[in-house]
Nanobody
Framework: QVQLVESGGGLVQAGGSLRLSCTAS????????MGWYRQAPGKQRDVVAS???????DYFGSAKGRFTISRDNAKNTIYLQMTNLKPEDTAIYYC???????????????WGQGTQVTVSS
């Protein structure tokens, strides 16, 4: 069984920073692309940033210029460094990964349980 576990969320004032982590754990699997999504109350879940296992990153929407995604392949972990946070960044942040288990024919999408980020004004 493979699971994604996020950490690092919390309450921060506007202009502050937070660093989120997401680790894929289990046995006998390989990880492809990973990314961060977020979902604010009453809104759909949107992609924030993504990164390939070759460390090629993409950013979407307001994350550009303020957030940095990085990856440690040896630890099956990705990070999201968020700076200059704004109240509109308040959301549950989810980790997503494309994972192939040794027993699977094809890759599957895995999601973490989410971590709350709250930015006060």
């Amino acid at each position: 069984q493979v699971q994604l576990v996020e950490s690092g969320g919390g309450l921060v004032q506007a202009g502050g920073s937070l660093r989120l982590s997401c680790t894929a754990s289990g046995s006998s699997f390989s990880v492809g692309g990973m990314g961060w999504y977020r979902q604010a109350p009453g809104k759909q879940r949107d992609v924030v940033a993504s990164i390939t296992n070759g460390h090629s990153a993409d950013y979407f929407g307001s994350a550009k210029g303020r957030f940095t995604i990085s990856r440690d392949n040896a630890k099956n972990t990705i990070y999201l460094q968020m700076t200059n946070l704004k109240p509109e960044d308040t959301a549950i942040y989810y980790c997503r990964a494309i994972i192939t288990r040794q027993t699977d024919i094809a890759a599957s999408v895995y999601w973490g349980q989410g971590t709350q980020v709250t930015v006060s004004s």
